[in-house]
């Protein structure tokens, strides 16, 4: 009995997430970093 879906395409689906949530995270970065070169603040409007 085989199932609709296969090992190998969910194991692709796990790296095609996690490689869209590098992009997120490497985004979150440079938004933290542009924050703090405009503003001097971490998060503007806390601190």
Same mark, same amino acid.
């Given at each position: &009995?085989?199932? $609709? =879906?296969?090992? +190998?395409?969910?194991? !692709? *689906?796990?790296?095609? %997430?996690? +490689? /869209?949530?590098?992009? @997120? %995270?490497? #985004?979150?970065?440079? %938004? #933290?970093?542009? @924050?703090? #070169?405009? =503003?001097? !603040? &971490? /998060? $503007? *409007?806390?601190?």
């Amino acid at each position: &009995m085989t199932s $609709p =879906t296969s090992k +190998r395409d969910i194991e !692709q *689906g796990k790296v095609i %997430a996690e +490689r /869209i949530n590098g992009y @997120a %995270a490497f #985004l979150g970065c440079w %938004a #933290l970093v542009g @924050a703090y #070169l405009t =503003t001097g !603040q &971490m /998060i $503007p *409007g806390v601190v």
